[in-house]
């Protein structure tokens, strides 16, 4: 897709740019706790006011509904960005209105201003066209930099895209690219790695999957459903044994479409579900009546290594098994450093995220060595599925 980036913004000097960012970042005891996504939009915010321009963000906060609810405010961000930042960021109690219409009048070239949470109003949610209305009086242009907000069709998001000449900032940018080069126009061989707990979270992601890359490795929990569907005996494993229809279409798309399903060939299995469970690794048709697979077995590991290198791009979404408890951490682990080790070796393009992966990755000590970490959740998650996100929709040139 083509969308204008901060390199087509010429002449900006004392302009109103309204910038939307991702600064739902997590609170305790009053202050900002993890700084990771206001360090992901300060290279936009720094850029655009080193250019002169006049910087006023706009972003949400938790779920107020459309009220003013006190612990929802973002006055505590916004010292958080300024000490980041390195410079003063002003705040004003509403987003639209006469507050934000006095602060932004207030606003010198290269000043930073941050709104009150869009979610005070009902119309945020509702992309009211008023209510972009309002927010769009305060700009001459706007630049869309929270990824992580454009699966939603939001007044902040959606609706003021299509009032002000619109543009994608630096994060927003690098997370398009990056996705775009992993599903958009890839270098092939395309390797997706699946896993995760179910596949009834997950049913849209594969079946996009199936027909855009060329080699499919499901794993987790979410196997076990495609292995029981297969007529295999998965004892106590976790596994959603009313989907097997469902498995079985899947199976029969991804044929259809020449993509190979690489499933485990043995596993890991235990009898309760806790760190250092006596465990054994066990061939597909000897599962234990009494047992529970958590984690794929070493041939199988074997095999996704097989297919990593036989990939010159990576998707990867959920782990291959219960990561968070050791040993069952081992096929993610290994899996997760082997594509990192191909990605350092310049040989694979890869790039992951949505829900746990980020932690799973965290845990492997793989994530600086992947090609691109999204901490975008949902919205990765929707790219994965192939939906049109609005938010990035409405940035399209
Ligand atoms: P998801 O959010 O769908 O990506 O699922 C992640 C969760 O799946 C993690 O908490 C893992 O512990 C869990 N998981 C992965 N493999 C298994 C398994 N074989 N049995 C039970 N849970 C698993």
């Not at 930073?112 to 008023?130: A, F, I, M, Q, S």
């Not at 932690?359 to 949902?378: C, E, I, R």
């Amino acid at each position: 897709m083509a969308f204008k980036t901060l390199d087509d913004l010429t002449d900006i000097a004392g302009k109103r740019v309204l910038v939307r960012v991702d600064l739902n970042v997590p609170m305790s005891g009053g202050k900002v706790s993890d700084t990771t996504r206001i360090e992901r939009v300060l290279p936009t915010i720094t850029e655009l006011s080193g250019k002169g321009s006049k910087v006023i963000l706009l972003a949400h906060f938790g779920r107020p509904k459309g009220e003013r609810v006190a612990d929802m405010s973002l006055a505590p961000v916004a010292s958080a960005v300024a000490a980041l930042l390195g410079k003063p960021v002003a705040f004003a109690d509403d987003c639209i209105g006469q507050p934000a219409a006095d602060a932004v009048a207030a606003m010198a070239g290269g000043d930073v201003l941050l709104l009150e949470n869009t979610r005070y109003h009902k119309g945020e949610e509702n992309n009211d066209p008023d209510f972009a209305t309002a927010l769009a009086a305060n700009g001459d242009i706007y630049v869309n930099d929270a990824f992580s907000a454009a699966h939603r069709a939001h007044g902040s998001t959606e609706g003021i895209a299509k009032l002000l000449p619109a543009y994608a900032g630096r994060t927003m940018q690098a997370e398009l690219e990056a996705l775009g080069s992993a599903l958009g126009a890839p270098v092939r061989p395309v390797l997706a790695v699946v896993g995760g707990a179910k596949v009834s979270s997950k049913i849209d992601l594969l079946e996009n999957l199936v027909t855009r890359v060329d080699m499919l490795v499901i794993g987790g929990g979410m196997a076990n459903t495609f292995l029981a569907a297969k007529g295999i005996n998965v004892g106590k494993s976790l596994c959603e044994h009313d989907l097997a229809e469902t498995a079985k279409t899947i199976m029969a798309a991804a044929d259809k479409a020449g993509c190979e399903i690489v499933l485990p060939v043995d596993a890991v299995v235990a009898r309760e579900f806790k760190a250092g469970a006596a465990n054994e690794t066990v061939s597909l048709d000897a599962i234990p009546e009494d047992a529970m697979i958590l984690d794929v077995g070493a041939a199988s590991i074997d095999t996704v290594r097989t297919k990593i290198d036989a990939a010159r791009t990576l998707v990867w979404n959920g782990p291959l098994g219960a990561f968070e408890i050791a040993p069952f951490d081992k096929a993610t682990v290994a899996a997760a450093q082997h594509a990192a080790e191909n990605t350092k070796a310049g040989k694979l393009n890869s790039v992951a995220g949505g829900g746990d992966t980020v932690a799973a990755l965290n845990h492997a000590g793989a994530t600086d060595d992947f090609s691109y970490v999204s901490t975008a959740g949902g919205a990765f998650l929707e790219w994965l599925e192939g939906k049109d996100l609005p938010g990035v929709k409405a940035l399209e040139a």
